[in-house]
Nanobody
Framework: QVQLVESGGGLVQPGGSLRLSCVAS????????MGWYRQAPGKSRELVAE???????NYAGSVKGRFTISRDNGQNTMYLQMNSLKPEDTAVYYC????????WGQGTQVTVSS
């Protein structure tokens, strides 16, 4: 089965940057449209960025212009570059498929605080 491992989160001040990584195994990564999701305490999980197998991207309005999603099919890896971070970006970030949903990984915690 497909396994997903997220990494790269941490504590950052407002205005700072982080780059998250998602490594996939157990499937043909290049075939799947993928997305980055986040979940803040007490809130439902939301999709913040998506990328198709050919590299076309889309973003939630709350992160557009600040976040960039990308993928390296040869490395079975997806990235989320996050710039100009705000406290409201604080959440656990997860990767998963858009149309094919796999088991959720542990996620990686992003905390934006001064």
């Amino acid at each position: 089965q497909v396994q997903l491992v997220e990494s790269g989160g941490g504590l950052v001040q407002p205005g700072g940057s982080l780059r998250l990584s998602c490594v996939a195994s157990g499937g043909i990564f290049s075939l799947y449209a993928m997305g980055w999701y986040r979940q803040a305490p007490g809130k439902s999980r939301e999709l913040v960025a998506e990328i198709t197998s050919s590299g076309f991207t889309n973003y939630a309005g709350s992160v557009k212009g600040r976040f960039t999603i990308s993928r390296d099919n040869g490395q079975n890896t997806m990235y989320l570059q996050m710039n100009s971070l705000k406290p409201e970006d604080t959440a656990v970030y997860y990767c998963n498929g858009l149309y094919d949903q796999f088991n959720w990984g542990q996620g990686t915690q992003v905390t934006v605080s001064s």
